[in-house]
């Protein structure tokens, strides 16, 4: 253990990964260690939004509203091909919340966060526009149209991991943190590998505790630390149904529990639904969405929908634990969704613990993480390769690297360059991989150049990059985190991709230390 690492990082969602990338990029040396697959938690079950949080200002929650919509087309620019515009319709339905108060909230949410490119809002006719049409004939007759951002939550961590690898961080996956201590005034970490049971002992200088729902079980590893804040479990479920409706636009329902729900267009054949809010109790790790949270929020948008939505009409649910700062909101619905730094200094070296965040405000979580770390970390940023605080907002994710309005021309392109693909293999390609698509279709000249067919698109060249390049392990990283082809594929064509990937694990490096892009 002769290394010393500036910065360790335990914990790979969204949060961790931004603070690696972030510290990689102005010269820091990282070491992030994640138990199980990249964005496998919190970071994976969003309702798949970069959004400012409209219902936020109901709680006067300003600050955090104003910082995610100017975070929203900032991540929108850096990564084009994973994040897009969504037009979102919030009908006005009588006896709930009224018109002039959606009215002024909107009129905020357009006004205070920095909107730049995407379109305001409107009013809707429900009676006459097309929006209306899905709706229950003569319930709802007025209602606004704003705009927000869709994004493929468990790609952005993915990616935003890959980028701070190919600027230097040490990622490994697979790996739990089983042990901290300091010696000497430095950080000792024990990570176990829970493939092969094979322990490892890196040190650091600071130490980050993005464990996300498990972070007061990390400050137990030997910190040494007793949390001052308490973290507080919110389980929020979502489902996927067969498409609702032909046009592209999303609807935001108000419930007349005072909570909202999202109807979402998802994966061009299918109708994401949710969130809920529940204080949840137990192992993060088995969380599900329940019978009764499943027909809660079939009943929510059946109260909107001309057709009735049906839990038999469910095609896949899932579920999510935010690790929210406990602030004493009697409700789940009410608790804040403002991140929370706790920086301690037992023995001498400094332990970063985060509590709460969203998915939107990542990379200025990050950036204050590393101003409360940069008294322990002098120095690094003289050696880096003209990367400034800030940075991230300019430089793009992998295969970001592109206008924001160039993915259909990107589809097109390689179409042009692979013939055999078809539009809807490539424009999957296009949102999945942007402008690296390419490097996992290397030479191909036809569909059997890119090796077995698992199915929906899926082929053997995509899968080896996905475990060389983005630390796919098992079938399941790679249907339901790195895509979500598992709505498309059978349980056998699953098994039989997961038996493939058992037998071909020399595809990636030693421990899950992933190669950089040449």
């Known amino acids: 253990m002769d290394r010393i690492f500036d910065l360790a990082i335990i914990g790979g969602g969204v949060n961790g990964c931004g603070i690696a990338r972030d510290a990689a990029g102005r010269g820091h040396s990282v070491f992030l260690c994640e138990m199980n697959d990249l964005a496998s938690g919190t970071s994976s079950w969003s309702t798949k939004l970069v959004h400012g949080g409209l219902r936020y200002l109901e709680y006067y929650e300003f600050r955090l509203v104003r910082e995610a919509l100017i975070e929203r087309e900032i991540l929108w620019r850096i990564a084009p091909h994973i994040i897009r515009p969504l037009r979102f319709v919030l009908p006005h339905h009588a006896g709930l919340r009224p018109a002039w108060l959606l009215r002024l909230g909107l009129f905020l949410y357009d006004h205070i966060g920095g909107r730049h490119l995407l379109p305001p809002t409107r009013s809707v006719d429900l009676a006459r526009d097309e929006v209306g049409r899905p709706l229950i004939p003569g319930r709802y007759s007025k209602g606004f149209e704003y705009s927000d951002c869709f994004v493929d939550d468990a790609r952005l961590v993915v990616l935003t991991a890959r980028d701070a690898a190919d600027r230097g961080a040490e990622i490994r996956t697979r790996s739990r943190a089983v042990e901290t201590r300091q ?222 309005t160039a993915l259909p021309a990107l589809t097109a392109e390689l179409m042009r360059d692979y013939p055999f693909l078809t539009l809807a293999h490539a424009s999957r390609l296009a949102h999945a991989y942007g402008t690296r698509a390419g490097k996992l279709l290397g030479s191909a000249k036809s569909l059997g150049d890119l090796g077995r067919s698992f199915g929906a698109t899926l082929s053997a060249a995509e899968v080896r990059y996905l475990m060389a390049v983005e630390w796919a392990f098992t079938a399941e990283d790679v249907v339901w985190r790195r895509s979500k082809l598992g709505l498309r594929l059978s349980a056998d064509e699953i098994a039989a991709l997961d038996q493939w990937m058992a037998t071909n694990q020399s595809v990636r490096g030693k421990a899950g230390l992933m190669p950089g892009l040449s």
Request: with cysteine.
């Open 183 to 404: 010696t000497d005034g430095i950080w000792r970490v024990t990570v176990q590998n829970d493939l092969t049971g094979e322990r490892s002992d890196i040190a650091a200088r600071a130490l980050v505790n993005a464990g996300g729902p498990w972070v007061e079980e990390v400050l137990a590893l030997g910190s040494g630390v007793n949390a001052r804040a308490k973290v507080r479990l919110v389980q929020g479920s979502h489902i996927v149904v067969a498409k609702l409706y032909d046009h592209d636009r999303a609807y935001m329902l108000q419930n007349s529990d005072g909570r909202i729900v999202f109807v979402i267009p998802y994966q061009d054949d299918f109708t994401l639904i949710g969130t809920t809010d529940r204080d949840y109790h137990g192992d993060p790790a088995k969380v599900s969405a329940t019978a009764e949270e499943i027909q809660y929020l079939c009943d929510s948008v059946s109260e909107y929908l001309a057709n009735p939505v049906k839990p038999a009409d469910v095609v896949w649910s899932y579920a999510g634990v935010r690790p929210l700062y406990d602030d004493g909101a009697s409700e789940a619905k009410a608790a804040t969704r403002e991140y929370v730094f706790e920086l301690d200094m037992p023995g001498g070296a400094p332990l970063l613990s985060i509590y709460g965040g969203k998915i939107t405000t990542h990379r200025r979580l990050a950036e204050e993480a590393l101003e409360k770390l940069a008294p322990y970390l002098k120095g690094a940023s003289d050696l880096s390769t003209g990367a400034r605080e800030g940075w991230t907002a300019k430089a793009p994710l992998p295969g970001g690297d592109m206008d924001v």
